[in-house]
Antibody, heavy 119, light 108 residues
Framework: EVQLLESGGGLVQPGGSLRLSCAAS????????MSWVRQAPGKGLEWVSA????????FYADSVKGRFTISRDNSKNTLLLQMNSLRVEDTAVYYC????????????WGQGTLVTVSS | EIVMTQSPATLSVSPGERATLSCRAS??????LAWYQKKPGQAPRLLIY???TRATGIPARLSGSGSGTEFTLTISSLQSEDFAVYYC??????????FGQGTKLEIK
């Protein structure tokens, strides 16, 4: 059974940093593209970042480019998101999501972790 | 960026009736279109991919159609568990994935 479990969310001041983790199990982690998707309070879903199975290719939404860094540790089946220079508008529930490849939908999602950016 | 527009924003339907949700893309996404169900406090759930293929475990009362820029999700004979928010997503323009703003399906 595929399981994705996010952690690392919390309250942080504007300009601060936070690192999110997503522990994966139930599939060959290194074979799949992984993404982070967020949902701000009362808003819709927004894709944030994606990384190839081997970690060599990474992509970001314009809204987070230069501030967020996605990475993965395939030896530990873990997806990471380093978030720097956080803004109030980054407040959201952050989900990790598995995809088959680049041209496929997100077939499994975690339960999410809440990031609140506020002074 | 491909903009996905869903309509209506809110749809009120009685249990047992049919619901039809629409999604329009600002440019062609071929059949690379997915539908997700989202309930409060839960992870999004993949319902339909390839515009019309049901994901594993999704009941036959849910069906998707369309290609290019116009897509539809139809739920026949609504059950209590179907009342949720539904999002369409294009993955044709990878990795610039975009979602619609959602349609809230509520009990009439």
């Amino acid at each position: 059974e595929v399981q994705l479990l996010e952690s690392g969310g919390g309250l942080v001041q504007p300009g601060g940093s936070l690192r999110l983790s997503c522990a994966a199990s139930g599939f060959t982690f290194s074979s799949y593209v992984m993404s982070w998707v967020r949902q701000a309070p009362g808003k819709g879903l927004e894709w944030v970042s994606a990384i190839s199975g081997g970690g060599g290719s990474t992509f970001y939404a314009d809204s987070v480019k230069g501030r967020f860094t996605i990475s993965r540790d395939n030896s530990k089946n873990t997806l990471l998101l380093q978030m720097n220079s956080l803004r109030v508008e980054d407040t959201a529930v952050y989900y990790c999501a598995k995809a088959g490849s680049w041209l496929t939908p997100f077939d499994y999602w975690g339960q999410g972790t809440l990031v609140t950016v506020s002074s | 960026e491909i903009v996905m527009t869903q309509s209506p924003a809110t749809l009120s339907v009685s249990p047992g009736e049919r619901a039809t949700l629409s999604c329009r893309a600002s440019q062609s996404v071929s059949s690379n279109l997915a539908w997700y169900q989202k309930k409060p406090g839960q992870a999004p759930r993949l319902l339909i991919y390839g515009a019309s293929t049901r994901a594993t475990g999704i009941p036959a009362r849910l069906s998707g159609s369309g290609s290019g820029t116009e897509f539809t999700l139809t739920i026949s004979s609504l059950q209590s568990e179907d009342f949720a928010v539904y999002y369409c997503q294009q993955y044709n323009d990878w990795p610039n994935y975009t979602f619609g703003q959602g349609t809230k399906l509520e009990i009439k």
